[in-house]
C-alpha cells in the first residue's frame, strides 16, 4: 500500500482546486485512500469536501452531527479493529473522510488495511470459505434504528415519524434484508452481504472488505453465519486479525490532515489513544 499524500503545495487553489478532485480519484481508483495534508480546513471546508465527493450522504445513529454532513468520531480510548465503516448495514458508504481537527500528540494512528492485500493472504480453504455470503443479526434499540431509518428514507427525517409502513418500504427497496420487532420497540436486524466483494468505485479485483474484525461500539456485538449454516467463530477472527496486521499501515495524523478512504476495500481501524486530546470527525456517503 503506497502512503499517498495531497500537500496543499501542489494545490495551490486549495480544496477547491480543480486538479485536486482528479488526483483524489486516482489515488482511490489505484490504492484505495490518500491524505490531504496543509489545505487547513475547518469543518464548513471538510463538509465541503465531503459533498463532493460523495452523492448522497449517510450517518451512524449512534454519533452526534458536527455539520449537516458530519460527524464527531467517539469510540472510546481503547484499539479498534479493522473494519468498513457502516458495513453491518444495508446501505453501506461508498466512501468515508476522516477530518483530523486536533491530532494527538501520542498515539491514536488511524490503521489501514488494503481487503485486496488481506485476500491475497487467503489459502484455498480460506478463499472458499469467506466466497460465501454472510449473514450479520443483531439487536437495535428503538433509538437507534429509527433514526437510522429517518436518516435513509427519503420520505422522512424525524425518527418520531418512523411507522412500521417505512420500515417495509424500506426493506423493500433493499434486498438481503428482514427484521423482527418487539414489544420494547427493540428489533432484531438480519442483513446478508458479501463479505469478499469488488470496490464500488470500479474494477472486478476483489478484497475482504468487511466488519467482522471490527468494533462494536455503541451497539450490540453482532452474530455472524455463512450460508453453510455455520457461525464465524473467535479463532476464525483471530486468524484473519493477524494475517490483516501483515499488511496493515498507519497514518500518523498531523492537525488539519484529511483522509479519503474507498470504505468498499480498505478498511480501518485506530491503535489505542494515549493523548484524548484529539477531535477526529467523519463523513460518508455513496458515489
Not at 457502516?86 to 481537527?101: E, L, M
Request: charged share 25%; hydrophobic share 40%; proline share 6%.
Amino acid at each position: 500500500m503506497s502512503y499517498n499524500i495531497l500537500r496543499h503545495r501542489d494545490h495551490p487553489g486549495g480544496l477547491a482546486d480543480p486538479g485536486l478532485l482528479a488526483t483524489i480519484r486516482e489515488d482511490l481508483a489505484r490504492d484505495g485512500w490518500t491524505l490531504l495534508r496543509g489545505f487547513q480546513p475547518d469543518m464548513e471546508a471538510f463538509s465541503g469536501v465531503v459533498t463532493t465527493l460523495c452523492r448522497r450522504v449517510t450517518f451512524d445513529p449512534a454519533r452526534s452531527h458536527t455539520t449537516d454532513t458530519t460527524q464527531m468520531v467517539d469510540a472510546g480510548l481503547g484499539p479498534i479493529g479493522l473494519h468498513i465503516e457502516n458495513g453491518n448495514t444495508p446501505r453501506c458508504p461508498d466512501i468515508v473522510t476522516f477530518f483530523a481537527q486536533t491530532a494527538a500528540f501520542e498515539g491514536s494512528q488511524t490503521t489501514l488495511c488494503d481487503g485486496r492485500a488481506v485476500w491475497d493472504r487467503f489459502d484455498d480453504a480460506l478463499k472458499a470459505r469467506w466466497s460465501q455470503r454472510m449473514t450479520v443479526e443483531r439487536v437495535l434499540p428503538e433509538a437507534l434504528w429509527k433514526r437510522y431509518l429517518a436518516n435513509e428514507h427519503p420520505a422522512i427525517s424525524d425518527p418520531a415519524k418512523v411507522t412500521m409502513e417505512h420500515v417495509l418500504q424500506f426493506k423493500a427497496a433493499i434486498p438481503d434484508q428482514d427484521f423482527a420487532l418487539h414489544p420494547d420497540g427493540s428489533l432484531t436486524y438480519r442483513l446478508t452481504l458479501d463479505p469478499v466483494r469488488p470496490s464500488a468505485l470500479g474494477g472486478e479485483t476483489r478484497g475482504f472488505a468487511n466488519a467482522v474484525l471490527g468494533p462494536s461500539h455503541n451497539y450490540q456485538p453482532p452474530r455472524y453465519a455463512m450460508a453453510d449454516g455455520t457461525e464465524v467463530t473467535p479463532d476464525e477472527i483471530e486468524q484473519i486479525r493477524a494475517l490483516a496486521e501483515e499488511v496493515t499501515h498507519e497514518i500518523n495524523w498531523q492537525d488539519g490532515d484529511i483522509a479519503i478512504l474507498d470504505n468498499t476495500r480498505v478498511m480501518h481501524g485506530r491503535r489505542a489513544i494515549a493523548d484524548a486530546n484529539r477531535n477526529l470527525f467523519i463523513g460518508m456517503g455513496t458515489i
